[in-house]
């Protein structure tokens, strides 16, 4: 059980990152170690399958720089491949006046981005491609689009199994021990020996961490987003996708109208602390990773900041009138009886010990050791970007 490269999680970016290593040098022997049965089992397959376009993230921040390089990739990979995907386009909306310096912010930044064709919209003007949308002035925003995120995984998948590499399903990561010429990971059924070691663990990235770096000083706090599906006979109000003006003070998009590229329309999600690392439903919970979470430094800091935010996005997780309320800023026709409750995600949030919610990726090498401790989205679109970039590292 030898190899050049091991590589933990089969999600998108570890997928992108063994399939991008094993293009350069199809000699290295590449092991993927994944705890399910099959890829793409978490954030990579419960996102909302959007192609972001780049637009809201800091210029020259990986976010930015990993989104833009890997739009183009996705795009490309998805034609070569016959993934399903539509640039269909979406507009952010300002419901009010005083959102309107944040809009332009907004746009300021895709433009530094380089986005081309960005166009800012009128009322009159935005109404004419969603009639039902409200709201005082928009940005249209022709790059962003919806794709099958597992699709694309599966075929990553496919492609590096075609050129040797190998997957171990099934495979829950216990420990790691670092030697001067070997790495050794064991798991809950075997030891593997490698030369390099790449954990791309999601949800559980601070626990693999901590495995080779005590001094580890972010942790995952998990952050449930919530779907409702708009009834088929209400499908007709959702052109394309509509978002609204984000929060700057909250680290998440806001309740959003998606289109679905295998049909119809998600409401959401809202965002609210999970008592359990892969928990999609609001009753799932785990004594330690719950207490993991509120016995964290930065997490009192958090509620401290975020406290007020947090509570409302509760109340619309417990509340289907309070999450419809949310929803009619947008779209003011959309009533409680049109949704139909939908799928859910959890996203992995760094946190740091002083309350820092980490907005960039963070990828952090340690000799042989490359941890990725934070790949918050738009990780999916960036994956193969990403990939890209660990390779070189390796």
Same mark, same amino acid.
């Given at each position: 059980?030898?190899?050049? +490269?091991?590589?933990?999680?089969?999600?998108?970016?570890? =997928? #992108?990152?063994?399939?991008?290593?094993?293009?350069?040098?199809?000699?290295?022997?590449?092991?993927?170690?994944?705890?399910?049965?099959?890829?793409?089992?978490?954030?990579?397959?419960?996102?909302?399958?959007?192609?972001?376009?780049?637009?809201?993230?800091?210029?020259?921040?990986?976010?930015?720089?990993?989104?833009?390089?890997?739009?183009?990739?996705?795009?490309?990979?998805?034609?070569?491949?016959?993934?399903?995907?539509?640039?269909?386009?979406?507009?952010?909306?300002?419901?009010?006046?005083?959102?309107?310096?944040? !809009?332009?912010?907004?746009?300021?930044?895709?433009?530094?981005? %380089?986005?081309?064709?960005?166009?800012?919209?009128?009322?009159?003007?935005?109404?004419?491609?969603?009639?039902?949308?409200? @709201?005082?002035?928009?940005?249209?925003?022709?790059?962003? @689009?919806?794709?099958?995120?597992? %699709?694309?995984?599966?075929?990553?998948?496919?492609?590096?199994? #075609? =050129?040797?590499?190998?997957?171990? *399903?099934?495979?829950?990561?216990?420990?790691? +021990?670092?030697?001067?010429?070997?790495?050794? +990971?064991?798991?809950?059924?075997?030891?593997?020996? /490698?030369?390099? !070691?790449?954990?791309?663990?999601? =949800?559980?990235?601070?626990?693999? /961490?901590?495995?080779?770096?005590?001094?580890?000083?972010?942790?995952?706090?998990?952050?449930?987003?919530?779907?409702?599906?708009?009834?088929?006979?209400?499908?007709?109000?959702?052109?394309?996708?509509?978002?609204?003006?984000?929060?700057?003070?909250?680290?998440?998009?806001?309740?959003?109208?998606?289109?679905?590229?295998?049909?119809?329309?998600?409401?959401?999600?809202? #965002?609210?602390?999970? *008592?359990?690392?892969?928990?999609?439903? *609001?009753?799932?919970?785990?004594?330690?990773?719950?207490?993991? /979470?509120?016995?964290?430094?930065? *997490?009192?800091?958090?509620? #401290?900041?975020? @406290?007020?935010?947090?509570?409302?996005?509760?109340?619309?997780? !417990?509340?289907?009138?309070?999450?419809?309320?949310?929803?009619?800023?947008?779209?003011?026709?959309?009533?409680?009886?049109?949704?139909?409750? %939908?799928?859910?995600?959890?996203?992995?949030?760094?946190?740091?010990?002083?309350?820092?919610?980490?907005?960039?990726?963070?990828?952090?090498?340690?000799?042989?050791?490359?941890?990725?401790?934070?790949?918050?989205?738009?990780?999916?679109?960036?994956?193969?970007?990403? %990939?890209? /970039?660990?390779?070189?590292?390796?």
């Amino acid at each position: 059980m030898k190899y050049d +490269v091991i590589i933990i999680g089969a999600g998108l970016v570890g =997928l #992108a990152t063994a399939y991008q290593c094993l293009k350069k040098n199809q000699n290295l022997r590449i092991l993927i170690l994944e705890k399910e049965s099959i890829v793409a089992k978490h954030q990579s397959g419960h996102n909302s399958g959007v192609i972001h376009s780049g637009i809201y993230y800091k210029p020259k921040s990986l976010k930015a720089k990993n989104c833009l390089e890997g739009y183009d990739s996705i795009i490309n990979f998805a034609k070569e491949h016959d993934v399903k995907y539509d640039l269909c386009g979406k507009i952010i909306v300002a419901t009010s006046s005083e959102e309107i310096p944040l !809009l332009e912010n907004i746009y300021n930044r895709g433009r530094e981005n %380089g986005l081309q064709n960005l166009r800012y919209l009128s009322r009159d003007e935005f109404r004419e491609i969603e009639p039902h949308c409200e @709201g005082v002035k928009a940005i249209k925003v022709p790059q962003t @689009g919806i794709i099958d995120y597992p %699709g694309i995984a599966n075929k990553i998948k496919d492609l590096f199994v #075609a =050129l040797g590499g190998e997957i171990e *399903f099934s495979q829950l990561v216990n420990n790691i +021990v670092e030697n001067i010429d070997r790495i050794t +990971v064991i798991t809950d059924k075997k030891e593997f020996i /490698t030369k390099k !070691l790449v954990s791309c663990a999601g =949800l559980y990235s601070d626990k693999i /961490t901590k495995m080779t770096n005590d001094k580890n000083d972010v942790i995952i706090i998990p952050f449930r987003g919530e779907y409702y599906k708009l009834k088929e006979d209400k499908e007709y109000l959702v052109n394309h996708l509509i978002y609204p003006v984000p929060d700057p003070n909250f680290p998440f998009l806001g309740v959003h109208f998606t289109r679905m590229i295998g049909g119809g329309i998600e409401a959401g999600p809202n #965002a609210v602390l999970a *008592f359990k690392k892969e928990g999609y439903n *609001f009753s799932d919970f785990n004594f330690s990773e719950t207490m993991h /979470t509120l016995t964290w430094p930065g *997490f009192r800091k958090i509620v #401290a900041k975020y @406290g007020k935010t947090g509570l409302g996005e509760m109340h619309r997780s !417990l509340s289907k009138s309070a999450f419809t309320n949310a929803l009619q800023k947008l779209l003011p026709e959309i009533q409680e009886q049109d949704l139909v409750p %939908g799928g859910s995600g959890v996203r992995a949030q760094a946190c740091d010990r002083n309350g820092g919610l980490l907005d960039d990726f963070d990828i952090v090498r340690n000799g042989n050791i490359i941890h990725v401790r934070n790949a918050p989205s738009p990780a999916a679109t960036s994956c193969l970007a990403v %990939g890209n /970039t660990i390779s070189e590292l390796i």
